[in-house]
């Protein structure tokens, strides 16, 4: 099993930062596949995927609207992964979630994950 506990979100401007981490116990972390997932407003039923990372580091992708914004990175060493976003949006408003996976497929479609974070919320004003 293994837990993980998202940390970072909060209240900004449209145009702000933030980076989000992710923290998993456990000591097989650099055998996991990693991903962000938002659950917008009223959009109980959506998890948008928005970011992914191989175990090697070496595979990322994006979802086109933050593609360009926000980038993903993992630190084997502290057991954790980023969400760095820049430039933020109103439309980024949301529940981030993190997401692990034992190895698998990160390319777009591979959406299935073994374990969730609890989230945390990111509000972006006007």
């Known amino acids: 099993q293994v837990q993980l506990v998202e940390s970072g979100g909060g209240l900004v401007q449209a145009g702000a930062s933030l980076r989000l981490s992710c923290v998993a116990t456990?000591?097989?972390?650099?055998?996991?596949?990693l991903a962000w997932f938002r659950q917008a407003p009223g959009k109980e039923r959506e998890r948008e995927f928005v970011?992914?990372?191989?175990?090697?580091?070496?595979?990322?992708y994006y979802s086109d609207p933050v593609k360009g914004r926000f980038t993903i990175s993992r630190d084997n060493a502290k057991n954790t992964v980023y969400l760095q976003m820049n430039s933020l949006s109103p439309e980024d408003t949301a529940v981030y979630y993190c997401?692990?996976?034992?190895?698998?497929?990160?390319?777009?479609?591979?959406?299935?994950?073994?374990?969730w974070g609890q989230g945390t919320q990111v509000t972006v004003s006007s």
């Open positions: 997401a692990a996976k034992w190895y698998g497929s990160v390319e777009p479609g591979s959406y299935e994950y073994d374990f």
């Open positions: 970011a992914a990372i191989s175990v090697s580091g070496t595979n990322i």
């Open positions: 456990t000591r097989a972390f650099d055998s996991y596949a």
